[in-house]
């Protein structure tokens, strides 16, 4: 049986990975592995505030420098309950750096990487 982590994990891999809305083309194999640490990062640091309730959803615009530094995290779109906005938030920050992404091409970096949706809600995370 799968964790709860792995299950959404999992899902956020095949959103981040594959939905043609997120990307202009599909990323790389070097962007999924990037993409794949970024989600497990996201989750390891998830923690979900009590009021957090099924059918949730905050929206939060991220940006990461050319280097990987994650160098804001804002909410751009509230669940409503500021508690579980500020959890995403938190739990995007605490990743801190994503060191690969220095290593992409400048196309992959502005395509996948700058600036970015992370959607986040009690039963998962996409972006």
């Given at each position: ?14 959103v ?12 790389t194999?070097?962007?999924?592995q990037?993409?794949a640490s ?5 989750v390891?640091?998830?923690v979900?505030p ?24 804002e ?6 309950d500021?508690?579980?906005?500020q959890?995403?938030?938190q739990?995007?920050r ?20 700058r ?12 972006g």
């Open positions: 049986m799968f964790s709860r982590k792995q299950l959404i994990a999992a899902a956020l891999l095949i981040l990975a594959g939905a043609p809305s997120a990307f202009a083309g599909q990323p194999a070097e962007a999924k990037i993409i970024f989600v497990e990062q996201i390891d640091h998830w979900r009590p009021s957090a309730r099924n059918g949730m959803v905050t929206h939060v615009l991220v940006r990461i420098s050319r280097d990987g530094r994650v160098e804001t995290a909410v751009s779109q509230s669940s409503g500021s508690a579980f906005d959890a995403a938030v739990a995007i605490e990743v801190g750096s994503l060191p690969q992404v220095s290593e992409v091409d400048t196309a992959t970096y502005e395509q996948t990487f600036e970015r949706t992370v959607e986040l809600s009690p039963e998962g995370i996409s």
